[in-house]
């Protein structure tokens, strides 16, 4: 039986190499701390006005009335669609109009998120107001969760 030489060898370690990089959940994941400033949170409260429940996070928007001041619309990142569900949310959980209690840190001034779309029109959604990345929520109903954030 012939033996793969050293060309064989370097030839299934550049394929190797390629796929990892080619695989786009691996490629286009970040760091919290690049996004987000770890330094500073947040405790809010609102309603939910609208959630994209995809993948690599579900973004939950929250309406937020301070006692002050206008309506502010706030982008929460929360765990993927699969580490949600492991935790016990559901959809129904983050519906729209359900009122919660989100913890989480703010985003870095210079921020600027990939535009959404409408997954339906594929029209750019307008942008919040703010953004912060969730470490935690209390729902109105009274459950709560804590979430795992890698920094």
């Known amino acids: 039986m012939k033996r793969p030489g050293r060309a064989g060898f370097r ?6 190499i390629l796929f990892c990089f080619s695989y786009s959940p691996v490629a286009g994941h970040h760091a919290t701390a690049t996004e987000y400033d770890i330094t500073k949170t947040v405790k809010l409260k609102g309603k939910i006005s ?4 995809a993948n690599p996070h579900i973004h939950v928007y929250v309406e937020v009335r301070p006692e002050r001041g206008a309506a502010q619309e706030w982008d929460v990142e929360f765990p993927s669609p699969g580490g949600a569900i492991v935790m016990g949310l559901s959809k129904e959980a983050l519906a729209t109009g359900v009122v919660l209690t989100f913890e989480g840190y703010v985003s870095k001034p210079d921020f600027r998120p990939t535009p959404r779309r409408n997954s339906s ?3 750019p959604l307008p942008s919040p107001d703010h953004f912060a990345c969730a470490t935690g929520i209390s729902l ?3 459950s709560q969760f804590r979430f795992v954030v890698g920094v």
């Open 11 to 16: 030839g299934l370690f550049i394929a190797f």
């Open 140 to 142: 109105s109903s009274g």
């Open 50 to 53: 609208r959630v994209d429940w």
């Open 121 to 123: 029109l594929q029209a």
